[in-house]
């Protein structure tokens, strides 16, 4: 019904980058929230960016503030992760996230996401 695909995932030197995808169908998404999403081994899933997908604003975590941009070509339902320089923190698999919302109150939040893509693995070598 909604299929999320992430890729562009890798090994990496830090201060490197890399983009990371997430091609999306089965819905129309343009009302809706997407996120960005990591879980490094032995952590939680942690919010990473995302946007509302009707509006303009964009939000980040503070970890990748300044370093990642997310971004969106409308044409393709397709979403980007821009990493810039990639710090061995950054290490973790990358998941895409759709929140069937309206707001972006709870666009933080990993439980309040519907649909989640299958990953992408980023690894970032010292």
């Known amino acids: 019904q909604v299929q999320l695909v992430e890729s562009g995932g890798g090994l990496v030197q830090a201060g490197g980058s890399l983009r990371l995808s997430c091609a999306t169908s089965?819905?129309?998404?343009?009302?809706?929230?997407l996120g960005w999403f990591r879980q490094a081994p032995g952590k939680e899933r942690e919010f990473v960016a995302a946007?509302?997908?009707?509006?303009?604003?964009?939000y980040y975590a503070d970890s990748v503030k300044g370093r990642f941009t997310i971004s969106r070509d409308n044409a393709k339902n397709t979403v980007y992760l821009q990493m810039n320089s990639l710090k061995p923190e950054d290490t973790a698999v990358y998941y895409c996230?759709?929140?069937?919302?309206?707001?972006?109150?709870?666009?933080?939040?990993?439980?309040?996401?519907?649909?989640w893509g299958q990953g992408t693995q980023v690894t970032v070598s010292s």
């Open positions: 946007f509302t997908w009707g509006g303009s604003s964009t």
């Open positions: 089965g819905r129309a998404f343009m009302s809706y929230n």
């Open positions: 996230a759709i929140q069937t919302s309206l707001t972006s109150a709870r666009i933080k939040l990993n439980q309040a996401y519907n649909y």
